[in-house]
């Protein structure tokens, strides 16, 4: 696994071409990133117009590591709420950074309400 964990909000600068694209572009490879947050990855391009084969393509392109969200991920995520609950994240932000956790890694997001938590994980922003 490469050294840095991915929010959907930063895989979808550099699929859409978004602010902040180019530093997603220099560390995705191999990055890692929650199941939780590739279905939102999916989602979001649904929602935006694209076809199911389209989706799926672009979804697997990416050369991301896929991290299964196990009991334990679910567990630290949850948890997470009430630290978190006051900025707004939702259940995918959190399930971002528990696994940034579990990894020791920071997280790269376009999220800056991360940033002004303090969650013992390293939060850098896209833009």
């Known amino acids: 696994m490469a050294g840095v964990v991915l929010?959907?909000?930063?895989i979808l600068a550099r699929?859409?071409?978004?602010?902040?694209?180019e530093i997603v572009v220099a560390v995705?490879?191999?990055?890692?990133?929650?199941?939780?947050?590739?279905?939102?990855?999916?989602q979001r391009l649904i929602d935006l117009g694209g076809d199911d084969l389209g989706v799926t393509a672009t979804i697997r392109a990416l050369s991301c590591e896929v991290v299964g969200f196990d009991q334990e991920l679910a567990?630290?995520?949850g948890l997470l709420r009430r630290a978190t609950?006051?900025?707004?994240?939702?259940?995918?932000?959190?399930?971002c950074l528990a696994l940034g956790k579990r990894l020791g890694l920071p997280v790269y997001t376009a999220d800056r309400a991360w940033a002004e938590l303090d969650l013992?994980?390293?939060v850098v922003l896209i833009r």
């Open 7 to 10: 929010d959907a909000s930063a």
């Open 15 to 21: 699929v859409l071409d978004e602010p902040g694209r």
């Open 28 to 42: 995705i490879d191999g990055a890692s990133v929650s199941a939780v947050n590739l279905a939102e990855v999916a």
């Open 75 to 77: 567990l630290q995520a």
């Open 85 to 95: 609950k006051a900025k707004g994240l939702s259940l995918g932000d959190r399930a």
């Open 120 to 122: 013992g994980v390293e």
